[in-house]
């Protein structure tokens, strides 16, 4: 029976490597993609003819865009290539900066039924020395899947608790976390405690709460372990501070790597980006910021648009991630959310547009933008919104977010606007390296169309 066992055994295991050798054959160009990041140097491309968005600027028709040692070196209509470069017939096609998504979770999420590939969150209630950068997989299917439609980089966020850890500003391309970072400890995610629930489709399943005593006992008692975890980190910072400073009479502080990993947050150097949907929330993250003097950043705002004069007055940007989602509340108009955007940008609220989803659906960041634009913002706004606008909120606009010479080449070239759904993407550059258009939806598609 032993023999059998094994024969039975072996004989699958045969059968699972022979189906899979014709899917294991294309992903070889996903997979040479992000293992040549750093095998060798980035070959210097020149991109001609093409009617460049530069986003930060005016369009450039009929320009030539030079990427040479990763990074944009020459864009314009007066541009020599350089002697040995690639050059790339781009007339009539559009050179964007590559999109950005700043709520998601990927790289930590693959598939939401199978426990062992989500490694969104830790145990506890306050994680900040939680590095997301390093749980992060290279290989995810859906990397591949996200950033040939044009995203080229996202901030990558753990999730649960109260402070959930540190997000990563990454790159979609490179065979390791360290090669994807652009920014390992972007900033701090915190889920702000919050009275109430619903939102999604939960609006039209779950009744108004009321609010209880007990419920805002709770509420508070959160919000002040919250408060009392930063006032202890700013503590901590200075007590090092005052060891470093004179380390033969100050006694050593003993270490604590949560309030280690808190203290450039408390101290107002580095975002931290709060959870909050409804009004009251939102206006209660700006006041406790104000009270710590930290750096707010707003994710999810669903009734942002009603505080919109209150985040205006206190220059707290928000990433609005549910243009596409139903009504937070039942009784709200169909397109409370498709408007979100177009409110914030009447008032002159810094924001910008996320999925906000785990991985799958990142690849739609362009048609959240799009809607956006449908329901009155207007499209320029619209494309800076997944571009410039995100950047500038995480502080690395001087890296990506625009053609502009000096940045980073990540590059898309399109056949028409990036935020129509008809629009192709026909080269994409991330890092100043040419990725080949394969995902695991092209590997699928190319393995079974010709089947009967």
């Not at 090092?240 to 400073?245: L, P, R, T």
């Not at 924001?351 to 959240?368: E, K, M, Q, W, Y």
């Not at 913002?377 to 995100?390: H, M, N």
């Amino acid at each position: 029976m032993k023999t059998l066992r094994l024969s039975s055994l072996t004989r699958a295991l045969v059968a699972f490597v022979v189906c899979a050798l014709p899917l294991s054959a294309r992903a070889q160009d996903t997979d040479r993609a992000d293992s040549s990041m750093t095998n060798t140097p980035p070959p210097t491309y020149v991109i001609r003819g093409a009617h460049v968005v530069t986003v930060s600027g005016a369009d450039i028709d009929n320009a030539t865009v030079v990427i040479s040692g990763g990074r944009i070196s020459a864009v314009g209509t007066n541009v020599n290539a350089p002697a040995g470069a690639q050059v790339i017939d781009a007339s009539g096609l559009w050179v964007y900066p590559g999109m950005i998504d700043v709520g998601t979770n990927m790289g930590l999420a693959e598939v939401p039924s199978v426990g062992a590939t989500m490694d969104t969150q830790e145990l506890g209630d306050m994680n900040p020395n939680v590095a997301a950068v390093w749980a992060i997989n290279p290989s995810s299917s859906h990397i591949a899947v996200t950033r040939v439609e044009g995203v080229t980089s996202v901030l990558s966020m753990p999730s649960g608790g109260t402070i959930s850890g540190q997000a990563a500003f990454i790159n979609l391309a490179g065979s390791s976390p360290r090669e994807m970072a652009v920014v390992p400890d972007a900033a701090l995610v915190v889920n702000f405690p919050a009275l109430g629930g619903g939102g999604g489709f939960a609006a039209f399943q779950l009744a108004q709460q009321g609010i209880t005593q007990d419920a805002l006992t709770t509420r508070d008692r959160r919000v002040d372990e919250l408060r009392r975890m930063f006032r202890d980190a700013e503590a901590y910072g200075r007590a090092q501070d005052a060891y470093a400073k004179d380390p033969k009479s100050v006694p050593r502080p003993s270490t604590d790597l949560k309030l280690a990993a808190l203290v450039p947050y408390a101290r107002g150097e580095r975002p931290v980006v709060f959870r909050a949907e409804r009004e009251r929330d939102i206006r209660g993250v700006v006041r406790f910021a104000e009270d710590l003097k930290l750096k707010p950043v707003i994710i999810g705002g669903s009734e942002a648009g009603k505080a919109a004069q209150f985040l205006k007055e206190h220059n707290v940007p928000v990433i609005l991630d549910s243009v596409l989602n139903l009504p937070l509340r039942e009784d709200d108009a169909y397109d409370s959310l498709f408007e979100n955007a177009s409110k914030l940008q009447a008032a002159g609220v810094r924001f910008c547009i996320s999925t906000g989803d785990s991985g799958a659906h990142v690849r739609d960041l362009p048609f959240n933008a799009g809607m956006a634009a449908a329901y009155g913002l207007p499209k320029t706004e619209a494309l800076k919104s997944v571009t410039l606008y995100p950047a500038q909120i995480l502080g690395v606009a001087d890296r990506v977010g625009s053609v502009e010479q000096g940045k980073l080449a990540n590059l898309v070239v399109t056949d028409g606007d990036i935020l129509e759904p008809r629009t192709h993407i026909r080269h994409l550059f991330i890092n100043g390296r040419q990725i080949p258009l394969t995902s695991r939806h092209t590997m699928l598609y190319d393995q079974f169309k010709d089947r009967q």
